[in-house]
């Protein structure tokens, strides 16, 4: 129930700014074109945001027949999870990373990246996978797949409020829409609440799924030198990801350089690794 208490309120939020963006370019009219697409994206977030999300990254099935070791490693750290199997994605990429997306656990899906799948040794390997699992186990992928579809909605229309207000789109405060000032006001700060949002719903959910794959893996080890493996090749070689769907990853796939530390959906790697070294194994 938290889960689904944080995703209605997630939602609202989210519905929040970008009826506030719509008002800001046309007023009252622009608020109802803004509340209807919003219910609108509302139903497809829900939905179809775990397809949206792969098709950004251009990640396709991948059968048994291809990737034997892959789907029988899933399997039993599914049937650990007691959750059924989740669909298998490779994005065709060399920067190592993984995600999971999906609605609900029978609605389940886990990406990988082609990079991971050569830098990682066994051990590794099932310490990630136990980590995406442990998403889908926890029940928060939906809010996490929700979050990403709306983020990046909101973060593109406020970019169409601030071009708008550069091209006159904007009327004098004492009409019905808001002044251009106010429209750039909402374009520079809709994407910082889409992000302080998902930073909220991300921290805490990182630690948790750590915690909880490692259970399921058996093992602390193979996870922490994943962690750490996969940090320093996302530092080297990052990946070109939308900044509304970072929070999706294992680890932050941009390169944490600038201001986007500020918004970082990650935890620290150092105290991650730290706290699962420091992890006595129980029950998962």
Known sequence: ??????????L??????????????????GMMIAFIFALAMNFASYWFSDKIVLS???????????APGLHAMIRRLAQRAGIPMPRVYLIPVDTPNAFATGRNPEHAAVAVTEG??????????????????????????????VAATLAGAITYLAHMAQWAAFWGGGRSDDEEGGSPAAMILMAILAPIAAMLVQ????????YQA?????????????LAAALGKLHMASQAVPLQANPATAHLFIVNPLTGRSLMMLFST???????????RS????AA
Request: hydrophobic fraction near 45%; aromatic fraction near 2%; charge should be neutral.
């Open 210 to 222: 750590d915690a909880t794959g490692a259970r399921l893996a058996g093992r602390t080890y193979g």
């Open 116 to 145: 991971i799948m050569r830098i990682l040794n066994e051990d590794e390997l099932e310490g990630v996978l136990a980590h995406e699992l442990a998403h889908v186990k926890n029940r928060d992928v939906l809010i996490s797949t």
């Open 266 to 276: 990650h935890p620290p790697i150092e105290e991650r690794i730290a706290r699962l």
């Open 12 to 29: 609202g939020l989210l519905t929040a700014m970008l009826v506030l963006i719509g008002g800001a370019v046309g007023g009252r009219q």
């Open 56 to 66: 950004m990254y251009r990640a396709h099935p991948i059968e048994e027949s291809q």
């Open 279 to 282: 992890m006595r194994l129980g």
């Open 199 to 206: 930073m909220a719903v991300s921290r805490a959910r990182e």
């Open 1 to 10: 129930m938290g889960n689904m208490f944080k995703t209605a309120l997630l």
